[in-house]
């Protein structure tokens, strides 16, 4: 398998259930054939408050992606480099090809916050009513297994190895 060289622009395309759900920028920081690691800005022109974190306009992300694993792992960072915490989302393993990098988003989602004191598990009600078990229960097993080791690995402080 073909990597990419650091440096290069690249569009990071988010799809849910058959859509494009988000398409923006970002600049590859390492490809080393497994794991896509890029950085982009926070993508929306405004505030987003999730009520556990809030992700402003000069946010920063250090987003990891796996191409033999259901999730990514994204660094927020505000402009000033402080790490707020990790975003989870499970997703099919991702794609890269050409400029783009394609990430099916299938709900499940997971919050660590910087400290490790808060890890929260996010969006099991959406997941449930996507009908992915029903449609491609060997899907939705493998995104269950996904958050569970995200979240075991976050409790145990393993995070940061993951994306060492």
Do not use: N, Q
């Amino acid at each position: 398998m073909s990597t990419v060289p650091p440096g290069t622009a690249l569009f990071v395309t988010l799809v849910k259930a058959g859509s494009t759900k988000i398409r923006y920028p970002a600049d590859l920081v390492h490809d080393d054939s497994t794991r896509v690691t890029v950085r982009a800005p926070w993508a929306a022109p405004h505030t987003r408050d999730f009520g556990f974190v809030r992700f402003e306009p000069g946010d920063v992300l250090i987003e990891h992606y796996w191409r033999d694993r259901w999730f990514a792992v994204k660094e927020v960072r505000t402009g000033d480099g402080e790490l707020k915490g990790w975003y989870c989302d499970i997703t099919r393993p991702a794609v890269l090809r050409d400029a783009e990098l394609l990430v099916e988003d299938l709900d499940l989602d997971l919050w660590v916050s910087a400290d490790g004191s808060s890890v929260l598990r996010l969006d099991e009600d959406e997941f449930e009513e996507s009908g992915l078990a029903d449609r491609d229960p060997v899907a939705a097993e493998a995104a269950v297994r996904a958050l569970d080791e995200l979240e075991r690995l976050a409790r145990a402080g393993g995070l940061t190895e993951l994306l060492s």
